[in-house]
C-alpha cells in the first residue's frame, strides 16, 4: 500500500505564448504527466490552474509548461494583492495597449496599408505597369514576414516540440506563396515587363491578403481575451477609498485598506461602507443593490451586520470593521469569479481542431508529391505541384470563416444593442438547454413603484396616497420617494408641519388641507400600532394578503385611525413574459432565480409565465453559483443572465453568461454576451443569433475546407497551375465572405 500523502495544494500559472486549442491541450498534457497533477489551461486568461500534490515544486511545474513550449510563471493570489494596492495601480490598461493588443495593432494597421495597393495593382490590370512584379514583392515583402511573424514564431515553436498548428500552415503557406513567386520573378525577370500582363505565375497578393485577414482575427480574439480580465478589476474598484475613522473621539479619514479588524469608522448618508462590520450605532437603510441585486433597501440599527460597498442612504451609522482586505465579502467574489472562469472548459476553436489533422497531412502530401515528381518528372514541376499543394492548402478560407463571419454577426449583433465577447460563445450558446434568470433588473425593472392601495374606514384610495405620499416627503427612504412619486399623479400633495421620522419605523406629520388638518403617519406594523393602538385580525389579514401578493405593505393611519395600507412591488418589464415565451419556444427552460423571498418570487414567476418548480428563491449571492453548477451536473447546459456584482459570479460559471446592459460594469465584463438594454427579449435574440452565427461559420469552414480537400488532390497530380490554384483559393473566400454577410439581414 502506498504511504504517500493525498494532500494536495491549488497552484495558478500565468502562461505566454498560447494562441490556440492545440496549444492548450499541449500544456494540458504535459503538465498532467506529472504524478498527481489535475491541470485546467483557460486561454482568454492564459493561466492553468492545477491541483498538485503538497509536496510538488513549483519549478517542477514551470519546467513542464517550458517543455511544452510555452513560458510560465507562478501567479499571485490577485484579490488579497489587489484589494491592498493603491487606486491607481487597481486603474486597468487600455484593452488596446494591453499585452497581445499592444503587437498585434500595429502589425495589422502596417499590413493593411501595404496590401491594398498589392491587391489592386496584382488583380487588376488596368493598375498594372511596367515591372509592376518587382513593386509587388517589396510591398509583400513586410508583411509577409514582418505582419506574420506572430504565425511565423508560433509554427517555429509548434515544430521545436514535434507539433503543428493553425500557425504552421499559414506560415508554410504564405511563406510559400511568396518564395515561389519570389523565385518565378528572379527567373524570369521579364514576367512583368509590360503593363496589364496576364501571364505571369506570382502570388504575393495571396500572401499579404492571408496574412492581413488572418492578423485581423488574431487582433479581434486578442482583444477579447483581455476583456476578461477586466471584470476582477472592476469589482474590486466597488469598493470605498476612503473611511473616516473614530480616534481618540476625532474624525480622522484614512485610506480604507488601511482599517484593521476593530476599527470603528462612520459612514454618513450617501457614502459606501468601507469594509464588513456591524452597526455600534445608528438606524439607516442600507442599499445592497450593488452586492445583492435586490432593490428594497435593507433597514440596520444597532448589532446588525453591514457589507463593505453597499450604500447608507439615511442615517448616520457608526460601524465596527470585522473583516478587512482578503477577507471581505468583496473580495471573495472577486475569488468566485476567477474560480468559475477557472472551471470552464478549454475553448476548442473549430478552425484549430481541423488544423490538427489537416497541417500534418497537407506537409505529407506536399512532401510526397516533390518526391514522386523528382523520381517520375522533372525538378521543376516536382517544386510546381508541391508548391501548388501548399497554395491550394494555405488556408485562406479557412482562417476567414470564422473572423469573418464573427464580423457579420456581431456587426448585426452590435446594430441590435447585443455585443457578443468572442467566437467561443458561439459554441457555448450552441447546446443551452436552460436559461437561468436573476428577477431584479433583468425580469423586473428594479425599481420599487406603488402596485395597489386599500382603503378602510370610508377612506378613499387617492386619499389615503396622497396624505402618505406628503408625510413621505420628508423622508429619504427609496420607498418613501416611491410613494411620492405615486402620489404627485393624483394631486398636488398639501403642506406638511410637525414633520418627525423614526429610522426604521416610519413618518409622521401634519398635514394641512382646505377642510382642515389631519395627523398622517406612516410606516410599518410596529411603529403603526403606536399611533392608532393594536391591530385588529381584520387587518392582520389585509397585510398578509398584501404580502403574499409579494409587495412591501406601507400602513397608512390618519387621525388615529387605520386608514389604508399602501402596497409596492418591483416592477415587471413590459417584455419580460414575451421574451420567457420565445425561449420556451428555442426548446429552453426558463428559471427564476432571486434572494427575495419564496411568495415575491413565485408571483413573478406567475406573471411571466415561468414553472412554479423553476423558481429558486432566498438565494444568498454566493450561492448562486452553486445553484448554476447543480444544473450543471444534472447535465444542463446553462446560459445566466443577470446585471448586479452578485451576479457576476454565476455569469462566470455558467455556460454562457449574459448579462443586462443596464446594470454593473462588473456583471457585463464577467459575461459572454451583453444586452445594451433592459428589455428581456434582447436575450432570447442574443441567444437566436450566437446560434445562427455559429452556424454560418460551420458551413464557412465546411466549404473551405472542401475547397482545399478537392483542389490537393488536382494539384498533387501536376493538373493544376498555380495561378488556378490562387484563383479557387480567392473563390473559396469570396464563398465565405458572401455566405458571412446573410448574417446582416438576420431578424429583418
Same mark, same amino acid.
Given at each position: ?37 489535475? &491541470? ?13 500534490? &503538497? ?357 448585426? &449583433? ?239 460559471? &455558467? ?94
Amino acid at each position: 500500500m502506498s504511504t504517500e500523502t493525498t494532500e494536495t495544494r491549488e497552484v495558478e500559472l500565468d502562461i505566454s505564448g498560447m494562441s490556440c486549442a492545440s496549444c492548450v491541450g499541449r500544456v494540458e498534457r504535459q503538465l498532467e504527466k506529472l504524478d498527481g497533477v489535475e &491541470a485546467s489551461v483557460n486561454l482568454p486568461l492564459n493561466q492553468a490552474f492545477l491541483k498538485v500534490p &503538497a509536496g510538488l515544486e513549483d519549478r517542477i511545474l514551470i519546467d513542464a509548461v517550458s517543455k511544452a513550449g510555452y513560458d510560465a510563471t507562478i501567479h499571485g493570489d490577485e484579490p488579497e494583492q489587489a484589494v491592498e494596492t493603491t487606486e491607481d495601480e487597481l486603474e486597468a490598461p487600455k484593452v488596446d495597449d494591453a499585452p497581445g493588443v499592444a503587437e498585434l495593432k500595429p502589425r495589422l494597421i502596417g499590413s493593411a496599408i501595404l496590401t491594398i495597393p498589392l491587391f489592386i495593382i496584382s488583380m487588376f490590370s488596368v493598375f498594372q505597369f511596367p515591372h509592376w512584379g518587382w513593386v509587388a514583392m517589396v510591398l509583400s515583402l513586410p508583411v509577409t514576414f514582418w505582419g506574420g511573424w506572430p504565425f511565423h514564431r508560433g509554427a517555429v515553436k509548434a515544430a521545436r516540440h514535434g507539433g503543428s498548428t493553425m500557425d504552421t500552415l499559414v506560415s508554410i503557406g504564405v511563406t510559400a506563396a511568396w518564395i515561389y513567386s519570389t523565385v518565378e520573378l528572379l527567373l524570369d525577370p521579364t514576367m512583368t515587363l509590360h503593363a496589364g500582363s496576364h501571364d505571369h505565375s506570382l502570388y504575393y497578393e495571396t500572401a499579404g491578403v492571408v496574412t492581413t485577414f488572418l492578423l485581423l482575427g488574431r487582433y479581434l480574439e486578442a482583444r477579447a481575451k483581455n476583456r476578461a480580465s477586466e471584470a476582477l478589476r472592476s469589482l474590486l474598484n466597488l469598493a470605498a477609498s476612503k473611511a473616516t475613522v473614530l480616534r481618540n473621539g476625532q474624525e480622522v479619514v484614512v485610506d480604507a485598506s488601511t482599517l484593521q479588524v476593530g476599527d470603528e469608522f462612520v459612514v454618513r448618508p450617501g457614502e459606501k461602507i468601507a469594509t464588513d462590520g456591524f452597526v455600534v450605532s445608528g438606524h439607516s437603510a442600507i442599499d445592497t443593490s450593488l452586492i445583492t441585486g435586490e432593490s428594497v433597501p435593507v433597514e440596520v440599527s444597532k448589532n446588525d451586520t453591514v457589507t463593505g460597498a453597499t450604500i447608507n442612504t439615511s442615517g448616520r451609522l457608526v460601524v465596527r470593521a470585522t473583516r478587512t482586505g482578503s477577507d471581505t465579502t468583496l473580495a471573495q467574489m472577486g475569488k468566485l469569479v476567477i474560480r468559475a472562469q477557472s472551471e470552464k472548459a478549454p475553448i476548442a476553436r473549430l478552425a484549430d481542431r481541423i488544423s490538427a489533422v489537416f497541417v500534418p497531412i497537407v506537409l505529407v502530401i506536399a512532401l510526397v508529391t516533390l518526391i514522386a515528381w523528382l523520381i517520375f518528372g522533372d525538378p521543376a514541376t516536382a517544386f510546381r505541384a508541391a508548391v501548388t499543394v501548399l497554395i491550394i492548402a494555405c488556408p485562406c478560407a479557412l482562417g476567414l470563416a470564422t473572423p469573418i463571419g464573427l464580423l457579420a454577426g456581431t456587426g448585426r &449583433a452590435s446594430q441590435m444593442g447585443i455585443l457578443i465577447s468572442g467566437p467561443q460563445v458561439l459554441e457555448d450558446s450552441r447546446g443551452v438547454n436552460t436559461v437561468v434568470l436573476d428577477k431584479t433588473g433583468t425580469v423586473t425593472k428594479g425599481e420599487m413603484a406603488v402596485s395597489d392601495v386599500i382603503a378602510l374606514d370610508g377612506h378613499t384610495a387617492d386619499d389615503v396616497l396622497v396624505a402618505a405620499a406628503a408625510v413621505e416627503l420628508g423622508s429619504e427612504h427609496p420607498i418613501a420617494a416611491a410613494i411620492v412619486e405615486a402620489g404627485k399623479l393624483k394631486n398636488e400633495l398639501p403642506e406638511v408641519t410637525e414633520f418627525s421620522s423614526t429610522a426604521g419605523g416610519g413618518v409622521v406629520g401634519t398635514i394641512w388641507l382646505a377642510n382642515g388638518q389631519q395627523r398622517v403617519a406612516a410606516g410599518r406594523s410596529s411603529f403603526i400600532v403606536e399611533h392608532t393602538g393594536a391591530l385588529t385580525a381584520a387587518d392582520e389579514q389585509a397585510l398578509a394578503d398584501a404580502e403574499a401578493a409579494g409587495a412591501t405593505a406601507v400602513w397608512v393611519a390618519i387621525d388615529g385611525q387605520l386608514a389604508g395600507i399602501v402596497s409596492l412591488q418591483d416592477q415587471i418589464k413590459d417584455t419580460s413574459a414575451q421574451a420567457i415565451a420565445e425561449l420556451k419556444d428555442m426548446g429552453i427552460t426558463p428559471m427564476l432565480l432571486t434572494g427575495d423571498n419564496e411568495s415575491v418570487a413565485r408571483q413573478v414567476a406567475a406573471e411571466v409565465g415561468i414553472n412554479p418548480d423553476h423558481v429558486f428563491a432566498g438565494v444568498r449571492p454566493e450561492d448562486k453559483v452553486d445553484k448554476v453548477k447543480q444544473l450543471q451536473s444534472a447535465g444542463k447546459t446553462v446560459a445566466m443572465a443577470g446585471d448586479g456584482v452578485n451576479d457576476a459570479p454565476a455569469l462566470a460559471q &455558467a455556460d454562457l453568461g449574459i448579462a443586462m446592459g443596464s446594470g454593473t460594469d462588473v456583471a457585463r465584463e464577467a459575461a459572454d454576451i451583453t444586452v445594451m438594454g433592459s428589455s428581456l427579449t434582447q436575450v432570447s435574440q442574443s441567444l437566436q443569433l450566437s446560434r445562427k452565427t455559429l452556424s454560418i461559420i460551420r458551413t464557412n469552414l465546411f466549404w473551405a475546407f472542401a475547397y482545399n480537400t478537392a483542389g490537393i488532390p488536382i494539384a498533387a497530380l501536376g493538373l493544376l497551375n498555380p495561378m488556378f490554384a490562387g484563383a479557387a483559393m480567392a473563390a473559396s473566400s469570396v464563398l465565405v465572405v458572401l455566405n458571412s454577410l446573410r448574417l446582416t439581414r438576420f431578424g429583418r
